[in-house]
């Protein structure tokens, strides 16, 4: 799922600085999930805003309210459409889809970003997130026996691995961090199936999502 | 006029190479130094591409300068600063101005280097770069367009005999040799058990005809740049036996015991045959190499 | 000092521990200063990060969550959450300016009325210090 992780309160601050009046709108999917934009999120930052500007002798009124999920428009009308008119700015603890969804509703109105949106990724253990898929569309993991070069691996290698990898099998750029490729080589060892990595693979179709991507479905 | 690196492969007994660091900035009068101090010494001359990621004057560019200076260049290439067009424009410049040789690497990573926060490119990697050239020498680029006027490239890669786990390593070198190169430069050896290990597995794998391989030696000067190495130079492991015996050396002869011991390391590898030559990569103290070079007899 | 030179303390006491010694320094006389507000809770674990900075906006000064020790927990591991949740928000407020000290975890049983009094004078002289 998406991971994303609060910006630091003076950055935020920063792109609050002269409203008085806020709305701070969280979301109920994956930012609820990573504690990084859910109702507690909310609520945490909200009262930081306000002790701060308390400390600071200003004034700001902040409402608060969460989405079930900001990238859906009737969600985001249902829940915000009488709260947003009456404030001057709005922050959103969504992802980069929900912030965009928000301002595209509310365009007369700055919809600011509370989060930094980081990665599609999953718990390695609660609490600590970590990358697993690049959104590449051009899926290579039937090949790497389910360990994906192209963000676990620090240069996306699809012959991998580099000649850095420290001894251990650790990357390169950081020594607490695996060598996908030396993941995937005792992955496909396991499974029986080493021919797949002494294939040479050609180079990777970059251009597999034409950016902005877009996709039409059918539905069932 | 220096011999072409492709015939020295074939006729030369022991090859030496070594390698030109450029420096940061315009001004070439150092590297100029270095490349007239060596270039008759060796049998071709390396120049890195913004090595350890840290942006300096580029390989292109200083393998220029050594042809101007009648020497015989090996052009490296990495795949992290660019994709594939870029790389391609480059190797058809290079062979237009006479340079001949290239070395096929993946590059150090962004987080090595100066400019921490730059993208990385990595639209290719070294096997896939090994692949491209040999597109480019049968006469079309990638996209498959027929060239007009084509290049003829000595290809080389490189391999780390030092890797553990060795075996995807292995695998990784079985598919640069399968893509079909010249010549191997390894990264830094300093133990000649693991190296005669190396030359036992190249032996046992496939298309290996023709192919010479090159031990790479670092010199040490100190104990503490080779402890800095170990910690944050990327496929580089320095023993610990090494260490100490340039940390015992007194300070004003710290450099000479250094050339002695990459002398020694050298000559054992040619007096025993481990493999096919050296290459020598003296890391910003270039002008120290005849005096290895001497000391290991050659 | 902030909001306004309140200087009142909310003490978060757990009912199996603080809340009984704090009980129980009431029955012996032990003094401690009057501007501190208990507030019984079923365990330390109950506390939020959200109570504990609500507690700062409505105008508290300092904070105390007090729970069994280590290993005595009746819920097991709810005075381990509250450990937890107490250096979660001294770094908020840091974030916000406030120092991270005013918000402080302490763990012992329910007889030490002694520590309850204590615990809280040393929270009102640091309050103090600022």
Redesign the interface.
């Known amino acids: 799922m998406i991971i994303a992780e609060r910006k630091p309160l003076e950055e935020i601050r920063n792109m609050l600085a002269g409203y008085k009046k806020i709305l701070v709108v969280g979301c109920g999917t994956c930012v609820t999930i990573c504690w990084a934009g859910g109702e507690k999120e909310v609520g945490i930052l909200s009262s930081q805003l306000r002790l701060a500007s308390s400390k600071d002798g200003n004034e700001l009124s902040v409402m608060e309210a969460v989405v079930e999920r900001q990238c859906e428009k009737e969600m985001v009308l249902e829940e915000l459409g009488d709260k947003a008119p009456g404030v001057e700015a709005i922050l959103s603890l969504g992802c980069g889809a929900g912030v965009q969804m928000m301002a595209e509703l509310f365009e007369e109105k700055p919809v600011l970003p509370a989060l930094n949106t980081t990665f599609i990724g999953m718990p390695e253990k609660e609490g600590l997130w970590v990358e697993m898929c690049g959104a590449c569309g051009d899926c290579f993991l039937d090949r790497t026996g389910g360990i994906c070069p192209v963000v676990r691996c620090a240069k996306g290698l699809l012959n991998g691995p580099c000649g850095g990898t420290r001894k251990g099998g650790k990357c390169e750029i950081d020594p607490d961090k695996d060598c996908a490729w030396v993941l995937i080589y005792h992955r496909l060892e396991k499974q029986g199936r080493l021919n797949l990595m002494r294939k040479y693979y050609e180079p990777k179709n970059y251009r597999a999502v034409k950016r902005p991507g877009k996709v039409q479905a059918m539905q069932a | 006029m220096a011999k072409h690196f492709r015939e020295t492969l074939k006729t030369k007994d022991f090859i030496v190479t070594a390698e030109a660091g450029p420096g940061k900035g315009s001004n070439t009068e150092k590297l100029v130094e270095h490349i007239e101090l060596l270039k008759d010494k060796v049998d071709g001359l390396n120049v890195t591409d913004n090595q350890s990621a840290v942006m300096r004057y580029p390989s292109l560019g200083t393998c220029l300068l050594i042809k101007e200076h009648g020497g015989e260049p090996i052009l490296q290439i990495t795949?992290?600063d660019r994709n594939?067009l870029a790389i391609q424009a480059d190797l058809l410049f290079a062979y237009s101005r006479g340079i001949n040789n290239v070395l096929c690497l993946?590059?150090?990573?962004i987080?090595?280097g100066d400019h921490k926060e730059a993208k990385?490119v990595?639209?290719?990697?070294?096997?896939?770069l090994i692949?491209?050239v040999h597109t480019l020498n049968s006469g079309k680029d990638?996209a498959g367009n027929e060239l007009e006027g084509g290049v003829d490239f000595c290809i080389g890669a490189?391999?780390?005999p030092s890797?553990?786990?060795i075996?995807?390593?292995l695998?990784?070198f079985?598919?640069k040799l399968?893509?079909g190169v010249g010549f191997i430069q390894t990264?830094a050896v300093y133990d000649m058990d693991e190296l005669k290990r190396f030359m036992e597995n190249f032996h046992k794998m496939d298309n290996i005809d023709g192919v010479k391989i090159l031990a790479g030696i670092v010199p040490i000067w100190g104990a503490k740049m080779a402890r800095y190495m170990n910690e944050n130079v990327?496929?580089i492991?320095v023993p610990q036996y090494l260490i100490d015996e340039i940390d015992q050396a007194p300070k004003e002869t710290k450099a000479a015991k250094g050339i002695e011991m990459a002398g020694r390391l050298i000559r054992q590898i040619k007096e025993e045959k481990i493999c096919d030559g050296v290459h020598i990569m003296a890391i910003g103290r270039e002008e120290r190499v005849p005096a290895i070079l001497e000391a290991a007899g050659i | 000092m902030i909001m306004g030179g309140n200087n009142k303390i909310i003490a978060f006491c757990c009912a199996e521990s603080a809340y009984r010694a704090a009980d129980r320094a009431g029955r012996l006389r032990i003094h401690y200063p009057d501007n501190v507000r208990v507030i019984r809770v079923p365990c330390a674990g109950r506390v939020s990060v959200l109570h504990i900075l609500k507690a700062f906006e409505k105008g508290a000064a300092g904070v105390l969550v007090m729970g069994c020790q280590e290993g005595a927990c009746r819920h097991l591991t709810g005075n381990i959450r509250a450990k937890e949740r107490v250096k979660y928000a001294e770094d908020l407020l840091k974030e916000v300016g406030i120092n991270g000290q005013r918000v402080k975890m302490v763990n012992f049983g329910p007889d030490m009325a002694q520590r309850f009094a204590r615990e809280i004078e040393e929270m009102v002289e640091k309050i103090k210090e600022e």
Not at chain 2, 106 to 109: K, Q, S, V
Request: charged share 30%.
């Open positions: 795949c992290r594939r993946t590059g150090d990573a987080d090595t990385p990595f639209d290719l990697d070294s096997v896939q692949h491209l990638m490189s391999a780390t890797a553990d786990p075996e995807p390593q695998m990784k079985q598919k399968d893509a990264q990327p496929g492991y």
